[in-house]
């Protein structure tokens, strides 16, 4: 007898999105969730294709899972293997013959076929693998199960998927496909549904989320910083983000909403990759550094105390170290709170992949070093900032050992820490910061 499920998932938020959307379908099926290996009959993978270290992973995940299967069949207990997400749109049926146990490949858009093809599996004909790779992204979202069983503080929304930009080092316009938008009311459903459950902040999701244009409610075309206003209407919504943002998609119904909509939490993340020209022009990233700069700064004239994260590549075909400094001295203009940075990664099936390397690993592995200094610095800086003062926190998470211990996130995404005896989870609070960390804040007992 089949009976409990367990989802694995790698990469980025719309992956721990679709990881839920998954999870639904399994409960909504009857199955029960577990958390361990060997207790599950349905092993699901969430892959993810940005890096390829990041696509390894699912490789080494399922070495793991074939032992698993081997010593549950001496028990006579089948495993059925799924592997979901960018990889599987990416690898197809090449997954099969690196991994030949594995039963099911499904794309990250056509998941929603989940029910149906966990129904031929179990009628299965031995042997039989099924491969769906459709990019369907309306039958998708029309199809998904509505949240009935996860219910979080802070919740994730997708609103728009998929991308036209075309960078030449990113995989995202194969393996989500063209720019999707959801319509309005199909998000405000969603949103009001979150809220109901439980949900204080929701946080909006797309490749590129303020390129959306989905269709609202007269039938006219909706953008990203209007869809801001409408959604903060909904009573108990007390907090809304967006991710990820392009430079490039930036608008003044945005800008304005940064300043007029208080639930709008100033914070933002914009991605610029590289701070030389002559890189992001090689890059395909349609921007300038003095664009970026103008971008930033007029939205600090909207909401002044905003703060911004970015993400950085380096060591991409071409970059020289004149290029790199420039990458550093913008992160002085910038100062970033947050980031991600990554060595350039060549990603077969991208305009960038066959361009000549110019450089070393071990000289790579240094300026990655040198930039993710500098942007501890600031963030550190930022952090010690608060020690003293205060912050509004969301908590999401109260773990009750011997004393609850809870976390939450800051208006301007700290993660912060109290052990203060009390079940925090939902409480959105004023709370007085003891000590800083580069990544997170402890506040001070209230008892
Ligand atoms: N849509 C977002 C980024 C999505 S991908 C944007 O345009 O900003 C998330 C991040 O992964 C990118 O910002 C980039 O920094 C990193 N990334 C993507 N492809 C990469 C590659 N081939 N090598 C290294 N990093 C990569
Ligand atoms: Fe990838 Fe560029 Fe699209 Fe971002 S904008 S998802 S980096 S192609
Ligand atoms: Fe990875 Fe796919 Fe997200 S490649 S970063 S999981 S869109």
Redesign the pocket.
Known sequence: MLEKFKVKTFGCQMNVYDSQKISEIFFDLGYKNTFIDQEADFYVINTCHIRNKAKEKLYSELGKIYKIKKNRNKKNRNTIVIVAGCVAQAEGEEIFKRAPFVDIVVGSQSYQKLPHLIKKIKNKIKNKKFVELDFEPKSKFDHLPKNKYIHEVSSYLTIQEG?????K?????YT?GPEYSRSVKEILNEAELLVNNGTKEIILLG??VNAYHGQDLNNKECNLGKLIYILAKIKGLKRIRYM?A?PKDMHDDLYKAHKNVEKLMPFLHL?I?SGSNKILKA???NYSVEEYLKIINKVKEFRKDIVFSS?FIVGYPGETKEDFQKTLDLIDKVKYVQSFSFIYSPRPGTTAYNLKDNLKESEKKRRLSVLQNKLRFYQENFNKNFVKKSLNVLFSNSINEKNYQSLGYSQYMQLVRINNKKDMQGKIEDIKIKKSFYKSLEAVSLN
């Open positions: 991308c036209n930009k075309f960078c080092f990113c995989v995202v316009p989500r490749q590129n990820t392009h991605p990759q890059m395909n990233r993400d």
